[in-house]
């Protein structure tokens, strides 16, 4: 999207209309059939329930009786009660909401509710974005820092790179997540609760990708630019000021994006365990509980838009950053 | 508090340390003795130092058990732990693994032949990589029920994409020149398929196949965490928190540790067969 954004104003008139061709159209057409294929789905989805619901208001349905029906395949259903195809977009709990209902429900929980100055309030999803924004942003600032550091020190000593490099590497290959209801519950009866346990737990998933992406970052200069700048007899301070970090921001944004996406994920997963009471992952959780399926794909759009702003933030980042530098023409 | 267990303690990672500055120092570092040997001292040394920590200041085990207290819960409860790797990794993770790399597979192939619809599903694809797709659990445990088949559709989901996107990647790897060859023996869509592009995109495949493992294990577990029957990883971690049993918790974590590096050590020797060729497989410098 936002390299449809950018191009015009770089290119001119031309670049922009390619851009458009290029990349635009396939996209919106791509996501256009998606949401076809979503209202398709919807139909059989939800048909039993409809028919149900038809028939207790007093239609005659083909066949009768929701438990002769219970067993049939919902496509056959379909086919023969096609004039109650419609209702199965507007169910109050659908096993499938159409997209209108989500969008309905998003707006509903967030916008409605800025404009009769509730925005904040339990019941709005800007209040549960906040919850979970706060703490995926503060996990990812300390995973980062620390990743960074961790890095840093791995480049700089050979005793940390032989000691750590390897457990750093295998640890992307274990589950961490799994402990997540574990921390929150231990930090919990220890007297932490709060934005913190969970801060912790999108930190530790940030961490390791930062810390490996930026090892590799930091030895991306090559022996030649090594070596010139010891023939400058630079110190290991300048080397690394001059060289080492510039030529690492490539790899530092890529894994940047990572551990947000990372860090997000641990936000919600984090707030699993506490029993539902804040953030969208308690979003999810009691949408699960009660049935409610509206709020829970609202709740996961919710969740979808705060990645792509957040993700995109940093892509953005990227682009201006590395534009400065030269790095990208 | 416990002097004996925290000086003892610190003074074996002191040691470990100390050891490990000399050996990757000293003349055999670039051995491959010493490249084994230092990280699996640093992690011996860790281990000490907890379980030191925990003696020594007699950590309550609610809040954090001792390793050979996790140990001592893992021999004991084999049978238990089996029955939970069986349910959320055979059944759950590697059965979802298998649907998703499939359709992923499936999919590429289709869109690699139109143009228009690479360049339509890759940003899409590229955007679903880095949502929080784990989200979706709770909806797909009410339309596949609790079992093991809910937990394999939410690894199907989660998988789908990296290997989608890194396959259509991987397809466009090779070289104009290399496909006008193929094009002068006249060769077929198919047989440039399998004699040159998928071999060529074998390093981009495997790329998205070990992002991949570890993804199947995290969709596996937290989708338990929205319901499932009385055994599985997930179920166990979440009911035995709730119990404080956090010895237990740990050995299941153990579990879930040891299946997700051998899963993608897995993967990665077959990486290694496959795409010999590769530069990055070289060995040696």
């Known amino acids: 999207?936002?390299?449809?954004?950018?191009?015009?104003?770089?290119?001119g008139f031309g670049a922009g209309a390619r851009a458009?061709?290029?990349?635009?159209?396939?996209?919106?057409?791509?996501?256009?059939?998606?949401?076809?294929?979503?209202y398709v789905a919807c139909v059989p989805m939800n048909i039993k329930e409809a028919l149900t619901q038809a028939e207790r208001g007093g239609a005659v349905i083909n066949p009768e009786g929701a438990r002769e029906r219970r067993d049939m395949s919902a496509i056959g259903l379909v086919f023969k009660n096609p004039s109650y195809a419609a209702d199965t977009l507007n169910q109050e709990r659908p096993r499938l909401p159409a997209p209108h209902q989500v969008g309905r429900e998003l707006w509903k929980t967030t916008g409605a509710m800025v404009l009769t100055g509730r925005g904040f309030s339990k019941r709005s999803l800007i209040y549960h974005g906040w919850v979970t924004l706060s703490a995926t942003v503060l996990g990812f600032v300390i995973g980062t820092v620390a990743g960074v550091g961790l890095a840093i020190g791995i480049v700089h000593s050979r005793v940390m790179n032989m000691a750590v490099m390897p457990w750093a590497i295998a640890s992307q290959t274990i589950p961490i997540l799994a402990i997540a209801p574990m921390i929150i519950v231990v930090l919990n009866s220890i007297g932490v609760t709060g934005l913190l346990p969970k801060a912790l737990i999108s930190a530790y998933l940030s961490f390791f990708p930062v810390a490996v992406g930026m090892v590799k970052g930091l030895r991306s200069p090559d022996n030649m630019q090594l070596d010139l700048l010891s023939t400058y007899s630079a110190s290991k301070s300048e080397t690394f000021w001059k060289l080492r970090l510039p030529s690492s921001m490539p790899y530092f944004f890529t894994s940047m994006k990572i551990a947000m996406a990372a860090s997000l994920v641990g936000a919600i997963v984090g707030e699993l365990p506490t029993g539902a009471v804040r953030g969208l992952g308690a979003r999810l959780l009691a949408g699960s509980y009660y049935g409610q399926t509206v709020q829970i794909w609202a709740a996961l759009f919710a969740a979808a838009i705060l990645a792509a702003v957040l993700v995109g933030m940093i892509g953005m980042l990227q682009r201006v950053t590395l534009k400065k530098m030269g790095m990208v023409h | 508090m416990d002097f004996e267990w925290l000086l003892g303690s610190l003074a074996t990672i002191l040691a470990i340390s100390y050891v490990n500055l000399q050996v990757a120092n000293g003349d055999g570092r670039d051995q491959a003795i010493s490249r084994f040997f230092v990280p699996v001292m640093f992690g011996v040394g860790l281990l000490v130092l907890w379980e030191g920590l925990v003696q020594g200041l007699g950590v309550p085990s609610v809040i954090l058990p001792a390793p050979s207290a996790i140990w001592a819960k893992f021999l004991q409860s084999t049978h238990t732990l089996w029955i939970d790797f069986v349910q959320?990794?055979?059944k759950g993770a590697l059965s979802g693994y298998v649907m998703g790399t499939i359709a992923a597979f499936a999919v590429a192939l289709l869109v690699d032949r139109s143009d228009f619809l690479r360049r339509g599903l890759l940003p899409v694809g590229n955007f679903m990589?880095?949502?929080p797709i784990i989200g979706i659990a709770p909806i797909l445990v009410m339309w596949f029920g609790f079992d093991w088949q809910s937990k394999a559709a939410v690894v199907v989901v989660m998988v789908f994409f990296p290997i989608l996107v890194n396959t259509v990647e991987g397809l466009r790897a090779t070289e104009r020149m290399q496909r006008d060859l193929m094009k002068t023996y006249a060769a077929s869509y198919w047989q440039t398929l399998f004699k040159l592009r998928l071999p060529a995109a074998m390093p981009f495949i495997f790329n998205g196949l070990k992002?991949?493992?570890?993804?199947?294990?995290?969709?596996?577990?937290?989708a338990e965490f929205f319901g499932s029957p009385i055994k599985g990883m997930g179920f166990r971690i979440s009911t035995e928190v709730g119990r404080l049993a956090l010895d237990m918790v740990w050995a299941e974590i153990l579990v879930a540790?040891?299946?997700?590096?051998?899963?993608?050590?897995?993967?990665?020797l077959i990486e290694r067969r496959v795409t010999f060729w590769h530069p990055s497989q070289r060995r040696g410098r």
């Open chain 1, 1 to 11: 999207m936002s390299d449809a954004a950018i191009a015009p104003a770089a290119g």
């Open chain 1, 20 to 38: 458009v061709r290029d990349v635009v159209l396939p996209v919106f057409v791509v996501v256009a059939v998606i949401v076809a294929l979503w």
């Open chain 2, 88 to 90: 959320t990794f055979v």
């Open chain 2, 129 to 131: 990589a880095a949502l």
């Open chain 2, 257 to 268: 540790a040891i299946a997700g590096s051998a899963f993608y050590g897995l993967v990665a």
């Open chain 2, 211 to 222: 992002i991949a493992t570890t993804l199947a294990l995290i969709g596996a577990i937290v």
